[in-house]
């Protein structure tokens, strides 16, 4: 089992950046794909960004060009950079890692959009 820890969640206005980290126990360059979901109140999750093993990202449509995800091997941490945030990306934010056809979760993080 993959242990993930998230970080960096937090209050922003509209408009506003906001970063997250997520650090996993084993060696992400050997996972599958390694990616953020999130769920806001009354909504399914749903997956925000994915990337692969071989670097290859996507983005649900409603976040295109405005995060980015981004992984650091050496560090065994993904990231999501998240710009010109919206109201509704207001949501709890999940860190997923996929590895031997296995899914874990993290424990995810707050993100509130708000002026």
């Known amino acids: 089992q993959v242990q993930l820890v998230e970080s960096g969640g937090g209050l922003v206005e509209p408009g506003g950046s906001l970063g997250l980290s997520c650090t996993a126990s084993g060696s992400i360059s050997t996972f599958t794909s390694m990616a953020w979901h999130r769920q806001a109140p009354g909504k399914q999750r749903e997956l925000v960004a994915l990337i692969t093993r071989s670097n290859s990202a996507y983005y649900v449509e409603s976040v295109k060009g405005r995060f980015t995800i981004s992984r650091d091997n050496a560090k065994n941490t993904v990231y999501l950079q998240m710009n010109s945030l919206k109201l509704e990306d207001t949501a709890v934010y999940y860190c997923?890692?996929?590895?031997?056809?296995?899914?874990?979760w993290g424990q995810g993080t707050q993100v509130t959009v708000s002026s």
């Open positions: 997923n890692a996929e590895y031997r056809g296995a899914n874990s």
